[in-house]
């Protein structure tokens, strides 16, 4: 079975620092796609980045950018300049080439310090 | 992008009745559509996952009498809490993906707040 660790349950960053926020991995699929999401406190669970494991390039989308590091099973989101808005719960997301059930980390939540 | 829309957004019910919640793939098919419950400060647990024109898959220690669901086009799916208790309380929250590959992300519906009374 899949398991996904998020070992940060809470971080705290000044507004326009970077953050990194800790994701790790374990299987033994070669196809897998790792997932991070915002959840504000409204609820709703926004979709910010995606990394595949045949990827040869970290992910990148504006200020979100993925430290994929395979081979210590890690995928650890990166968000820089950060902003007020980005207070939040952020979860790490696994989904196995061979399923289609996403498995969650427990969450970090961030608050940005202005 | 892919939207994927939930209603009710908050419904408050008495113990004993039943709740149905409605989601909707907007812009795309769906052929698998996921139900997660939230608890307070906790990450998303998987309920079931539901197939078009078929039975759902529940995960393990989720009542299928109790939660309903229906698949019943490539757009729609409901989860329907029957006899709510107080219990049953909690954040639903669905999601689909526009394909089954393991490279394409879920996208998720806004959520539910359900407070049973």
């Known amino acids: 079975a899949q398991k996904i660790t998020q070992t940060q349950p809470g971080m705290f960053v000044q507004e326009k620092e970077a953050v990194t926020l800790d994701c790790t991995y374990d299987t033994s699929d070669p196809s897998y796609g790792l997932f991070w999401y915002k959840q504000p406190s409204s609820g709703e669970m926004i979709f910010l980045i995606y990394q595949g494991s045949y990827d040869q390039q970290n992910a990148t989308e504006g200020r979100y950018s993925l430290n994929f590091q395979k081979a210590r099973k890690s995928a650890n989101l990166v968000i820089s300049a950060s902003q007020l808005g980005d207070s939040a719960m952020y979860f790490c997301?696994?989904?196995?080439?061979?399923?289609?059930?996403?498995?969650f980390g427990t969450g970090t939540k961030l608050q940005v310090i202005p | 992008g892919a939207v994927v829309s939930q209603h009710p957004s908050r419904v408050i019910c008495k113990s004993g009745t039943s709740v149905k919640i409605e989601c909707r793939s907007l812009d795309f098919q769906a052929t698998t559509m996921f139900w997660y419950r939230q608890f307070p400060k906790q990450s998303l647990m998987l309920m079931a996952t539901?197939?078009?024109?078929?039975?759902?898959?529940?995960e393990q220690g989720v009542e299928k009498d109790k939660f309903l669901i229906n698949h019943a086009s490539l757009t729609l799916s409901t989860l329907t809490v029957t006899s709510a208790h107080p219990e049953d309380s909690s954040f639903y929250i669905c999601s689909a993906g526009t394909s089954s590959s393991y490279n394409s992300p879920l996208h998720f519906g806004n959520g539910t707040r359900l407070t049973v009374t």
């Open positions: 997301a696994f989904l196995s080439g061979g399923y289609q059930k996403v498995t």
């Open positions: 539901s197939n078009e024109g078929s039975k759902a898959t529940y």
